[in-house]
Structures are given as C-alpha cells and as structure tokens.
C-alpha cells in the first residue's frame, strides 16, 4: 500500500483542521508531491494518541522554504539547514520543516547528507517503519515503507535492515527501545533486538548527552507494564552502558503508573545506589537531577528504618525531605505490595491536609540571648530543634528559649 484515503477524517480532526499548518503547507506549494506532514503527529494519530509536534517535509531546499514561509508571514529560524531543518513559527506555534534528504555517508554518530526531490529514497533513510508515514494537506496518507499495519499493531519494526540503520546511527539502538516502550505491544521485534544486541560496542561511540537524553525519555513511557517488559530486554544495551537491570524488581516497576524517569530509576535501581549514581553522573545529567536522585533514595532509607506505618515519622520525613518527597516515597514503597494502592494510601495519609511546620527559634533568638554566631550557636540551634522535633513539633518558641536559657544557668553555675 502506498496512498490510503481510510483515515482522512482522522487527520482532519487531529491536525489538518489547523488554518496556519494549511496556510503553511500551501506557501510550500500545496501539493501532496511537494509538502508534506510526516513522522510523530502522524504515528500518534493513528494511534490515538496527543499530537503535539508537527513536522513536515518538503521538496524545496532550506532557503527557498524560508523565502516562503517568510513571504506568507511565518518567522523562520534555521536550526538545522545544513541538514536541510527550519524552524517555521507562527502566532507562538513551531513547525519543523526538512526537505527531503539522501545520506551519502554516515559512520555511526552523524550522516553527510543531499538535498533531493524523491519521496521514497527520504522515507527508507528513516528509521522505524511507524515513522516514516506521511498525510497530504487532503487528509490523504502515504505509506512507502509498509509502516501503517505496523503503527496499528504496536510493531516498532527498523525500515529495512535492522543492522544497516544501526550502522549508519548507534543512537538507534536506544531509540528502538524507547520506541518499543513507547508505542509497542510487548516484546521488541525479534530482528531489531537480536541486530541491537549484536552490535553493542557501537553504543561507545555516542555521546553521554546523547545516550542521557534516551535513558530519560525510555524512562518516561506512559504505560509501566510494557516499559518493564522493555526494560528487561534490554538488561544487556543497559549493561554496556553500566546501568544494566539484574535483579530489578519489574513487577514493582510495572505498577509504578507515575511517569516519572527519576521515580522508576530508583524503583529499577533500588539495590544498585551507588552505580546508579556514578553512572548518571558519567553521563552528565544536570546536578538538579542527580540531587533528585540522592533525595529520593536518601528519604527512602530513612523511611525505611523508621517504618511507614509511623505516622509521625512519615511527617518527620516531610519536615526533613519535603512533603513532595515523602509522598513519592510512600508511593515507590508501596509498588512491590500486592494492594499496592491501597497500602500508598494507608502510608501517605499522615500528610494529607497537613502544613510542615517551621522551626519557630531563629538565629536572631539566641543573639538577644547572648550567644555569638559562631559552631556554638549551630551546636544551640541543632539542640533545640531535636527538642521541638522529639515534642512532636509542639514546643513553642518561648518554651524552647525558656529550655535554653536553664540549660545556659545550669552551664554557668556548674562551671
């Protein structure tokens, strides 16, 4: 199958009834042999999904799509023209658009690509036959890859060989993973997991930026079960990237229904702390998101000693971590539990329509009581601050200065 007119009141209801996308499609001729939408709006259309980006493709090359966009009164920006990309805006949306392509060399991390007018030769250099399926400004879907039956089905399927399209970019190993969890039905497809598996050493080659930008969005598939499915197929790519899954709890990760990467990190790398840091540290992610994850793992061990079905001690962990953080903790506790909802909700209970309260004694308190900034006034504030937290926040600030001023009397007289 090449051209399909099944779907058109689909397209149409999802993102052909846009004026400015129509107004756009016709500045860059209007034909379906010149301009089309392609890729993810497309996929997630068919699949009922949100469509968010709007890609297009077209025959013209990148300066003759910003002559034309311009003149019909879109700003462009030419994010990626070498690679034949411009950004097209208009009243605050964005629109990618990329003329058809050819590689002519490619060694594993970028292609020297040429600009060109064949539709067919743009789609078979894509990688993944779901992505490579494109809708005219009619509604009318072209698939030249075979693609359709496979985005219905949830088949993420390389466009012809496996190992070639791996060959030209190692990051397509990750991707078809992420894919998998993303928009697949079960296991990957045979081919592409045995070519991926086969070809491991060229994940050496991909940048840390790269490879962290994938784990996150891996991480962050809206379905749990099938991400955990995903996930340990892929025990062996992770491993190569010294994240590897062994021993990970996958029936706990296939409840945790919070699409969260830094929440199922911990839930998939639970026992393995250490390494997980180190990795994403190697990796580059940001210091918010290794401090998220220290955090997360940080609450979770106190919580863990203390015991959840403490009330206080949930709201202690609240006071110390933020009511945030202990709720997300109950949460992530509470997956590997068969009632796992229920037993999140018995544990999370304490903090509903709870306020953390503020310590009420100040450094400026102490100063009027004498004491001089300084490793005393620290020792001072910490000490009273475990009262207050042992009263069970209750003690009043007067009563905490009224403390420290006997235990100050009591000081003197004894020394």
């Not at 700003?75 to 058809?100: A, Q």
């Not at 039956?149 to 993420?156: A, K, S």
């Not at 929440?263 to 994403?280: C, I, P, S």
């Not at 903790?329 to 509470?334: C, D, E, G």
Request: hydrophobic residues 45%; charged residues 25%.
């Amino acid at each position: 199958m090449t051209r399909c007119d099944t779907h058109k009141a689909l397209f149409q209801e999802t993102f052909l009834h846009e004026k400015q996308l129509c107004r756009l499609m016709r500045a860059l001729g209007g034909g379906a042999d010149q301009v089309r939408v392609v890729g993810g709006a497309v996929r997630n259309a068919l699949r009922g999904l949100a469509v968010s980006d709007l890609d297009l493709a077209c025959v013209h090359p990148p300066n003759e799509v910003m002559k034309r966009a311009a003149a019909a009164g879109f700003k462009t920006v030419p994010t990626g023209i070498d690679h034949g990309t411009v950004t097209v805006v208009g009243n605050g949306t964005k629109y990618e658009v990329t003329t058809l392509r050819e590689d002519i060399e490619t060694d594993g991390r970028r292609a020297i690509v040429r600009f060109g007018t064949d539709w067919q030769h743009d789609m078979e250099r894509r990688d993944f036959t779901m992505n490579a399926l494109s809708v005219d400004r009619d509604g009318v879907l072209y698939d030249l890859v075979a693609g359709l039956d496979d985005c219905l089905r949830g088949r993420v399927r390389f466009i012809g060989t496996a190992r070639q399209r791996i060959a030209e970019d190692a990051l397509r190993i990750l991707r078809f993973f992420r894919f998998s969890a993303h928009y697949g039905e079960g296991m990957p497809d045979a081919e592409g997991l045995a070519a991926s598996l086969n070809n491991l050493q060229l994940l050496d080659q991909l940048s840390a930026e790269r490879i962290q930008r994938e784990i996150k969005k891996l991480l962050s598939a809206p379905r749990p079960a099938q991400l955990s499915t995903v996930m340990k197929a892929a025990n062996a790519v992770l491993t190569q990237l010294h994240l590897g899954v062994e021993g990970a709890d996958f029936a706990a990760l296939a409840k945790c229904d919070r699409v969260d990467w830094s929440l199922r990190a911990v839930v998939l790398w639970k026992q393995q702390r250490d390494r997980l840091l180190q990795t994403v540290r190697d990796l580059k992610f940001s210091k918010a998101e290794i401090g998220r994850l220290e955090t997360l793992f940080a609450a979770l061990e106190f919580l863990e000693k203390c015991g959840f079905d403490d009330a206080f001690q949930i709201r202690l962990a609240a006071y110390h971590f933020g009511p945030d953080v202990a709720d997300e903790v109950a949460y992530l506790a509470s997956r590997p539990v068969a009632n796992c909802d229920e037993q999140y909700s018995a544990w999370a209970k304490p903090l509903k329509d709870w306020q953390v309260p503020l310590f009420p004694v100040k450094a400026a308190d102490l100063k009027q009581q004498g004491l001089k900034p300084g490793p005393e006034m620290g020792r001072c504030l910490k000490a009273l601050e475990t009262i207050w937290i042992e009263g069970l926040f209750v003690p009043s600030r007067a009563a905490l200065l009224e403390k420290m001023a006997l235990s100050m009397k009591k000081e003197s007289r004894d020394g």
